[in-house]
């Protein structure tokens, strides 16, 4: 089976630093996605990670620690338009779908 | 989205009406998944398609929906009979196995009065 965990909401204030966590269990692993999501809108992708350690793109930095089932997502110097729910999703080794997370409900304050 | 398309964007329908999906993936592409969302809830695998070809349907609900991709045209997500539990968003994904990356059309809204 599978199990992705991820808080239900976080509220941050704009221009700090927020880590949003993610804790799968899956019956195989072949990759973990970020996606960002505005209400009503489909999801973007922004990091992929399948080998231990940080991706870093621009604002955004993506961890993934296979042994203990964990990522995170860094965000830095946040801004208002940050506001959005960021997806978990995991790949099992079965096929190329995507199993996600309940998302994080990010809300950022001035 | 990266080019992937969804038609239509919104689409209401009536209790027992059928609703049909449209989803064409990035010129070249022949792969496709389907991911229902509902309100306030995650995105949820439904099915995984080639062309002319159903890889997984292992997320589909047993009865009233189906899902093909034929050789020509677009997929098509089909909802017979549409009750009021199916109003959601659905997405239409496109990806290659060695690709490491997922992108998503904008989605349908399906809204069943």
């Known amino acids: 089976g599978q199990n992705i965990d991820q808080p239900t909401e976080m509220t941050a204030t704009e221009g700090a630093i927020v880590q949003i966590n993610c804790t799968y269990q899956?019956?195989?692993?072949?990759?973990l996605f970020w996606y960002q999501q505005h209400a009503g809108e489909a999801p973007t992708f922004l990091s992929y990670?399948?080998?231990?350690g940080l991706e870093e793109k621009g604002r955004f930095s993506s961890f993934l620690s296979r042994s203990k089932g964990y990522s995170y997502l860094l965000l830095k110097e946040l801004q208002m338009k940050d506001s959005a729910s960021y997806l978990c999703?995991?790949?099992?080794?079965?096929?190329?779908?995507?199993?996600f997370g309940g998302g994080t409900r990010l809300m950022v304050k001035p | 989205n990266a080019g992937v398309m969804q038609n239509p964007r919104h689409l209401v329908r009536r209790r027992g009406q059928e609703a049909r999906l449209r989803c064409s993936p990035m010129k070249g592409h022949s792969h496709v998944y389907w991911y229902r969302q509902l309100p306030e809830e995650g995105l949820k695998f439904m099915v995984y398609?080639?062309?002319?070809?159903?890889?997984?349907e292992s997320g589909m609900p047993k009865e009233r929906f189906s899902a093909e991709f034929p050789k020509e045209g677009p997929s098509i997500l089909r909802i017979q009979q549409v009750v009021r539990g199916d109003s959601a968003a659905y997405f239409c994904a496109d990806g290659r196995a060695q690709k490491n990356e997922q992108y998503f059309g904008p989605g349908t809204r399906l809204t069943v009065t």
């Open positions: 999703a995991v790949r099992a080794n079965a096929g190329n779908m995507l199993t």
């Open positions: 398609l080639q062309k002319e070809n159903i890889i997984d």
């Open positions: 899956t019956s195989g692993f072949n990759g």
């Open positions: 990670n399948v080998l231990d």
